[in-house]
């Protein structure tokens, strides 16, 4: 599994590197220390994990994982144990306090092979389909969602509105680009202002001029619009 650790401090990295080299299913591929560095890293070596640091020079980790459009596997390691409770609300799989004590490395190992077991066989694709996660924030409130919970987006002007469990967080990013990074297995443009996820349909009506009414599951409504609906049948259909 290739890890990058994302740390300010150099010696920091080196002594996780030195931990690590107890866990030998853990390669680690790189280092950088500011987010603008992990960010590029992470496009060229598409790691597995990251064992990320949250306060740093610059943008923060959580700003680096806003900038993601699909999210690896998230470990963070800090000095500040305020920001504890935050990282658990974001879902992190674990949380390191500096300095790292090869106890608590070798906990969030294990974290680490449980959940890419779990994964296993499923690969990464070009698009995003139902297995990958993607990190939203909204204000001071973060999370890390699977697409397969989240059910409908939604435009509204220069964001998107994220459903899922009883959120609608808003991102800054325009639905023609989000259509293009998902996968059109999963994922349908229902109309300008709607992408609704197909594993979330329930049921579908005909709807005014040639359009449809389709149902998710929680009982949202979307419309999908006359110029899409015949693609529509033809998706949904043997």
Known sequence: ????????????????????????????????????????????????????????PGRTGFQLLESLDTVPLVVFTTAYDEFAIRAFEVNALDYLLKPIQPE????AV????????????????SKLGLEDQVFVKDGEKCWFVSLSNIRLFESDGNYIKVYFDTNRP??????????????????????????????????????????????????????????QAAKFKDMMSL
Do not use: C, Y
């Open 1 to 56: 599994m290739k890890a990058l650790i994302v740390d300010d401090e150099r010696l920091a990295r080196k002594e996780l590197m030195k931990l690590l080299e107890e866990h030998p299913s853990i390669e680690v591929a790189g280092e950088a220390m500011n987010a603008d560095e992990a960010e590029k890293m992470i496009e060229e070596l598409n790691p597995d994990l990251l064992f990320l640091d949250i306060q740093m």
């Open 104 to 107: 608590r490395l070798a906990e």
């Open 110 to 125: 294990h974290k680490v092979q449980e959940k890419e077991r779990s994964r296993s066989g499923k690969g990464r694709e």
């Open 170 to 227: 808003m991102i800054h990013k325009s639905l023609n680009a989000l259509d293009e990074k998902l996968d059109e297995r999963s994922f349908f443009r229902a109309s300008r202002k709607h992408i609704i996820n197909l594993s979330w349909v329930e049921g579908i009506e005909p709807w005014f001029n040639g359009g449809l009414m389709v149902k998710l599951r929680g009982g949202d409504k979307v419309e999908v619009s006359r110029r």
